[in-house]
Structure formats: structure tokens, C-alpha cells
């Protein structure tokens, strides 16, 4: 009887276990919002460069996003940093279509090459500092480009907020405080 009871609740478990794992991969598979471009396409559309990039250093196949393809590189440095969420494509076509006309550009290609020349040679008598994360925040006062680069050089965000200085003085401050990060939360942008 004792056996019987055990090979029971082992069945229930499996059968339990093999229904919550159907479950997870089918949530697993679906993407976590549309995240087709403004016109309704569903790949970006940067096309420059051919070339891919290993996985930044120090992440895990847990901490990339779910879709996680190798990363084009421009000059050699990610096109733009992915996150948790979303993949370096969707991020990049996300703040070209939120911040490209700041910038002046014409399409995405135009975006990318403006931001990484900001964060890569920023202007002479840009501000600089860097997160304890290894992030390097940039402000260009004579422009109001404001600009977030992760270590490797994968741009996290180029905009122009419209507080001007008083928004990298507030970047400023919050890093002495340890403060809430807020550095592309600008203009209701909170993919950084």
C-alpha cells in the first residue's frame, strides 16, 4: 500500500511538474510587448554593418534577453546595449524613434553613427562620469546632448533632455547619493 501511495504522488508530481513546464515555455516564447517599429515592421531598420560581437564580458546566458542574437558592432563596439528585456535591435530602434529628430538624424543608420561619435569622442568641454556599474554618463552643455555608454561602448541612450543642465546636475547628484537612476528616463524613457 505504502508503495502504491509513493508511485502515486510521484506520477501526480511529474504530471504537475510536465504542466507547469508547458506553461513556462509557451510564456517563455511570447515577447513581453509588440515591439514593432513605428511603422509597423517588425525588424529595424539598420542594415550598415554586417559584422557581430561576442556577448559583453561578465554576462551570462541568464542575464541576456530571452532573443538574445549576436550584436552588430560599429567601429567595433556594440551597436547600441541590450537589457534584460529587449535586444540591442529593439533598443537601438527604440531610441532612434523616441530621440532620433534631436539629434538630427535622418534614419536609423544616421542615429547610430551620431550616437557613438557623442559617446565614443565626445565634443571638446563635454561632462563625464562614470556609475559605479561601470555606465559613463555624458553631458555636452554647449549642445544639451546628454548621453549614457556602458563599458564595452554600447550606447545605452543619446537624447537632449529638455532641463538642460539642471538634468546632468541632477545625474550628478544622485550618483554622490546613490539616488534612483533616472540618467534615460527622459521624455518618459525608462529603457536604459
Known amino acids: 500500500m505504502r508503495v502504491r501511495s509513493v508511485c502515486c504522488a510521484a506520477a501526480v508530481a511529474a504530471l504537475a511538474f510536465g504542466s507547469l513546464s508547458a506553461c513556462d ?5 511570447q515577447p513581453a510587448r509588440d515591439h514593432r517599429s513605428v511603422d509597423g515592421s517588425s525588424t529595424p531598420a ?4 554586417g559584422e557581430t560581437a561576442a556577448p559583453a564580458a561578465g554576462r551570462t546566458e541568464a542575464s541576456a534577453p530571452a532573443a538574445a542574437t549576436p550584436v552588430r558592432t560599429i567601429q567595433g563596439k556594440p551597436m547600441w546595449a541590450d537589457n534584460r528585456r529587449h535586444s540591442a535591435d529593439e533598443n537601438a530602434q527604440y531610441q532612434f524613434e523616441h530621440h532620433g529628430t534631436e539629434l538630427g538624424a535622418r534614419d536609423l543608420d544616421d542615429f547610430l553613427v551620431k550616437a557613438h561619435r557623442f559617446v565614443n569622442t565626445p565634443p571638446e568641454g563635454a561632462l563625464t562620469l562614470t556609475r559605479a556599474n561601470g555606465d559613463k554618463l555624458l553631458f555636452d552643455p554647449k549642445s544639451g546632448l546628454f548621453g549614457v555608454v556602458r563599458s564595452d561602448g554600447a550606447p545605452r541612450t543619446v537624447t ?3 532641463e538642460g543642465r539642471a538634468f546632468w546636475d541632477k545625474q ?3 550618483n554622490k547619493t546613490g539616488g534612483t ?3 534615460a528616463r527622459t521624455n518618459g ?3 536604459s
Do not use: I
Open 25 to 29: 515555455q509557451k510564456l517563455a516564447s
Open 181 to 183: 537612476r533616472t540618467a
Open 172 to 174: 550628478v547628484e544622485e
Open 46 to 49: 539598420f542594415t550598415a554593418t
Open 160 to 162: 537632449k533632455p529638455g
Open 189 to 191: 524613457d525608462d529603457r
